[in-house]
């Protein structure tokens, strides 16, 4: 693995148009918004595929670094300074060569808007083959720089449990494949309720993703879930932060 910045020197640039969605990740406890996803979409507001099919080996760092950049600077026009909702950034581990080197521009865009570096969590899906000793690099590197750290569709990745025994994150987004119709579904409950009790054990916080129904919020609250993210609570907003569906969970 590089300990030079190559993307910088050799990658292509990334020329293609793009902005963001936000979606929200609710408390349910609080019925607070926790943070916010930003999510890719195309200038107006197309869908993720519609940049993600043009991302190639020679220009994902610059798209990697234009994505930070530009959810940064969206979410410090539309955040409310005063209160300490997050900002969840996907990030690609294979874009990025040496962590400390890689981050700077995103701490200069964070400088830049005043918006707190504590605020920020990177989140990365294990959806390719990556090199686990240089994810867990990443990882530590934005631990110890004040990051909190996610990982995205646990349980249906390459990784999964293995990355778990050298690094605890702060925050693992349990699939939505376990959570679809999790409340008719006996064996995804079993399967989500001991996955529950061995990220309680790591003292790692757990985030259902995908939730679309009263019946699944309603299951996955008594199974002590409390941050959840679907469309049963709100949809990505373009360019905008969301507007929360009414809801209601038994305490």
Not at 121 to 144: A, G, P
Not at 200 to 209: F, R, S
Not at 215 to 234: C, H, R
């Amino acid at each position: 693995m590089p300990t030079h910045c190559d993307g910088c020197r050799d990658g292509a640039a990334f020329d293609l148009p793009f902005s963001m969605a936000f979606q929200p990740i609710v408390n349910i406890r609080t019925g607070g918004v926790f943070a916010h996803e930003a999510l890719v979409r195309g200038p107006n507001g197309e869908g993720a595929g519609s940049v993600l099919s043009q991302i190639k080996e020679s220009n994902r760092y610059a798209f990697d670094q234009q994505c930070r950049v530009k959810a940064i600077e969206l979410a410090s026009d539309l955040y409310d300074p005063a209160d300490d909702v997050k900002l969840s950034i996907n990030f690609m581990p294979n874009a990025v060569y040496e962590p400390r080197a890689c981050i700077r521009l995103t701490l200069a865009t964070a400088v830049q808007t005043g918006f707190p570096l504590d605020r920020i969590i990177f989140e990365f899906t294990e959806n390719e083959q990556l090199d686990t000793k240089h994810v867990l690099h990443i990882l530590r590197t934005y631990r110890d720089m004040g990051f909190k750290t996610a990982i995205d569709d646990f349980g249906a990745g390459h990784s999964g449990l293995g990355l778990l025994t050298h690094f605890q994150p702060d925050i693992v987004k349990l699939d939505m494949d376990l959570i679809r119709g999790i409340d008719v579904d006996p064996v995804r409950r079993k399967i989500v309720k001991h996955t529950l009790h061995m990220l309680e054990d790591l003292a790692i916080v757990p985030l259902c993703e995908g939730v679309e129904t009263a019946d699944e919020l309603a299951t996955l609250n008594d199974l002590g879930v409390f941050l959840i993210q679907g469309y049963v609570l709100a949809k990505p907003s373009f360019e905008s932060l969301a507007s929360l569906a009414p809801f209601s969970v038994d305490p």
